[in-house]
């Protein structure tokens, strides 16, 4: 069984200047995280095998756009490092994990898993890439609660990019 691919949840938002972010706007890396996101849902929802969520996933319109090798990493590596990336996040909840939507816990395993294991991507982009995952796909402010969690990751993950970063950009962890 098959669990249908999620799509935003609301029309694009208005950036900073005041435009409208269009799809063809977005980089390569931002649609795989997206891909990477619908598969995850598929996942956790359908508990659908990896194997056959990647082929399904491969054929949605629009993947071709998509940084295929990042995708791979996010989806293969999120899956078989489940257990260990809900270990991570689970102490930063304020509920248990089973009360997390589906998309707030798969936007927190891209997070985790790219915190851990792209260290090319700096850290303020993970946390801005998965903000805007959660207001694309989420509900209505489960983008802030993705940042609190991911803030305190970020400090945990990679605390020396964290501490270079200004002072104004950084959270204090409570």
Known sequence: MSVDPITPTSE?????????????????????????????????????????????TRDLAGFHKADSVHFDALLHGCIAEADALDTLITPRLDRPLVELSPIERGVLWIGAYEFQHCLDV?????????????KSFGGTDGHKYVNGVLHQLASQLRPAEVAASPAAARKPAP
């Open 122 to 134: 700096p850290w303020r982009v993970v946390l801005n890439e998965c903000i805007e995952l959660a």
């Open 12 to 56: 694009p938002r208005a950036k900073s200047g005041g435009t409208i972010r269009k799809a063809a706007d977005k980089s390569a890396r931002t649609r795989a995280r997206e891909f990477a996101l619908q598969a995850l849902y598929q996942h956790l929802v359908g508990r659908n095998a990896a194997v056959d969520i990647d082929a399904f």
